[in-house]
């Protein structure tokens, strides 16, 4: 079982990133998928969640209307648009399977 994120990097206040986590080895459409983020020094904070077949998603307040997921069964992969990204959203961002299969994580950097 692998989780494998790509897409993070260094953005202005402002922009935008798309996060993506691509799954291996086990049945991806089975499962609730969740991204999580953790600030320099902080613990852990969950962002958002996404059911096996895409009906129900649920994003944290404070990401809420700035950030969307989205996943695609066939692909085997979910993503994370990030849009008007603020310095605070600055952090290792990471997909986890609902059966706890964690991705090695993208580090995100918000700054001018």
């Known amino acids: 079982e692998q989780l494998v994120e790509s897409g993070g990097g260094l953005v202005q206040p402002g922009g935008s990133l798309r996060l993506s986590c691509a799954a291996s080895?086990?049945?991806?459409?089975?499962?609730?998928m969740s991204w999580v983020r953790q600030a320099p020094g902080k613990g852990l904070e969950w962002v958002s969640d996404i059911n096996h077949d895409s009906a129900i998603t649920k994003s944290a307040d404070s990401v809420k209307g700035r950030f969307a997921i989205s996943r695609d069964n066939i692909k085997k992969t979910i993503y994370l648009q990030m849009n008007n990204l603020k310095p605070e959203d600055t952090a290792v961002y990471y997909c986890?399977?609902?059966?706890?299969?964690w991705g090695q994580g993208a580090q995100v950097t918000v700054s001018s």
């Open positions: 986890k399977s609902s059966d706890d299969v």
């Open positions: 080895g086990f049945t991806f459409n089975s499962y609730v």
